[in-house]
């Protein structure tokens, strides 16, 4: 088992977290099935296309980690993921220190100790504009200087009606909104897709692993299937 970073009890099922048990309901739903072929997706985003922005001896959080796809598979020094799902306690691996909390409150994490914080269809799921804001305040508090975070989400611009098909789907954001709000917490956009990657992999065929290979190296080919933007800012010098 990972290690595990509990907060106080305050801080769970309160009137801007979803409980426990609703969250693992819902990823169970959702997910049921797929878990094998998610992680190898996701085996190959990470080889494929992430990894170029992560080093070796890099200090990395995934952000509403889910099962831990990202953060399992990323090559970095040292891995933390936040997620309040009891799932992702099983989920993540041994070398994954796992912190479970409200990712809105300050995080248990010192001032500048973050090389890149990663985030994937994670912030359309809180519950106010503010929440965000302040999530993404945390990013800038622990990421280094010159460190960087990186999003990705489902794209509003693109997907308007069936981004309310998921019960949790809160916050309507676009490639346009994540820049605004990152640059607006201090950070400074350096690459902005607003289509990347296809809506979802909830639903739908699932791709053979080698044409997604095949995908993330065309990008000529993202802006015809792509429906998420891929957004990422870098923490520059003051």
Known sequence: MSDQIHVADSLRGGTDVPSQLELERQYERRFTGQFEYRDGVWRVLTAE????????????????CGYGQFINNIQAASKYAMDLNPSARASV?????????????????????LDVVFTSNFLEHLLRKDLVRSTLDE??????????????????????????????HHIPLS???????????????ERRIARFLPFTMAEGPQIPLILVKAYVHLP??????GRQFLVIANKSPS
């Open 93 to 113: 691996k041994p070398d994954v220190s796992l912190i479970e909390q409200d990712c809105s409150q300050r995080w248990p994490l010192e001032d500048a100790s």
């Open 49 to 64: 296309f992430f990894q170029q922005f992560v080093a070796p001896d890099a200090a990395v959080l995934d952000l509403g």
């Open 139 to 168: 990013a800038y508090r622990c990421l280094k200087e010159n460190g960087k975070i990186i999003c990705l989400g489902p794209n509003i611009r693109y997907v308007p009606g069936a981004y309310w098909d998921f019960w949790d």
């Open 175 to 189: 490639d346009r909104t994540i820049g605004e709000v990152l640059e607006l917490s201090g950070l400074r956009v």
């Open 220 to 225: 000529i080919a993202w802006p015809l299937f």
